[in-house]
């Protein structure tokens, strides 16, 4: 027996660099999958580089703690 659990990051891209259409999940931590409204509006709408995730990575970390 063993577990998976993980992160899942998709959005789309514009000429820019430009995030849109953003979805963030968490799966396998909680008893079922769940999005992470907040980290996703962090990151929709903004250039994607390394500031633009570790924003949005530090918002999924707040929620974490609520999640378990």
Same mark, same amino acid.
């Given at each position: 027996?063993?577990? !998976? /659990?993980?992160?899942?990051?998709?959005?789309?891209?514009?000429?820019?660099? !430009? /995030?849109?259409?953003?979805h963030i999940a968490v799966f396998g931590a909680t008893d079922?999958?769940?999005?992470?409204?907040?980290?996703?509006a962090a990151l929709d709408g903004k250039r994607v580089d390394a500031?633009?995730?570790?924003?949005a990575a530090a918002i999924a970390m707040v929620r974490r703690s609520m999640l378990l």
């Open positions: 027996i063993f577990a !998976v /659990a993980g992160i899942m990051a998709c959005f789309d891209l514009d000429a820019q660099g !430009v /995030a849109s259409n953003t079922i999958p769940r999005r992470l409204n907040k980290a996703e500031a633009a995730i570790e924003a």
